[in-house]
């Protein structure tokens, strides 16, 4: 796996629209599958890159985008699954981790051939990540115990058209543990 990167996508999050209160919840129930991932991908010096929407703060200060997302609806797992001092941290201006950011030059700068996604929302921003990245041959991994959308129905279907479209493995984290 040393040509694989581990993304996490919009995780720090403030939750402050419609369907943030729901989508909180869920993220709840796949912090512990992310944070076991960080943990291998730390062991065995696999890259770690956060991609997030930027809150109107440009400067990619994770530090002030932690604080500024930091409420009740993520108190007691965000700091768990915040970035580390060795990991990367980018900012977006749209749902795709590609989209108008230096990810790919990154990737490239670390002879990354294999991605692992991860985040929310798995319908919007993971799944348009995972398409982009399809399209630039990246192998793709998206743990379907490691994402979460806004309901069940359009995560199964998004995870549908990631492993059936897109070819991404979409195995139980766990799972990437012995590849």
């Not at 993304?7 to 999050?13: E, S, T, V």
């Not at 709840?28 to 890159?49: C, G, M, S, T």
């Not at 002879?111 to 991860?118: A, E, P, V």
Request: with cysteine; charged share 20%.
């Amino acid at each position: 796996m040393k040509d694989t990167a581990l993304l996490i996508i919009d995780m720090i999050n403030d939750f402050d629209f419609e369907h943030g209160p729901t989508l909180a919840h869920k993220c709840r129930e796949i912090v512990p599958a992310i944070i076991n991932l960080k943990n291998f991908a730390n062991q065995h010096d696999i890259p770690i890159i956060y991609i997030n929407d930027h809150y109107n703060i440009w400067q990619t200060d994770m530090k002030k985008i932690i604080a500024h997302c930091s409420n009740t609806l993520n108190k007691t797992w965000l700091n768990d699954i915040s970035p580390g001092e060795s990991d990367y941290f980018l900012i977006k201006p749209h749902y795709s981790a590609f989209y108008e950011t230096p990810l790919n030059t990154l990737l490239g700068y670390l002879k990354i051939q294999s991605l692992i996604l991860t985040g929310i929302a798995g319908n919007i921003c993971v799944l348009f990540t995972a398409n982009d990245a399809h399209m630039r041959n990246y192998k793709l991994y998206v743990p379907h115990d490691c994402i979460a959308s806004n309901s069940d129905k359009d995560n199964d279907h998004a995870l549908q058209v990631m492993s059936h479209i897109l070819k991404a493995d979409t195995s139980h984290s766990t799972l990437l543990f012995t590849q």
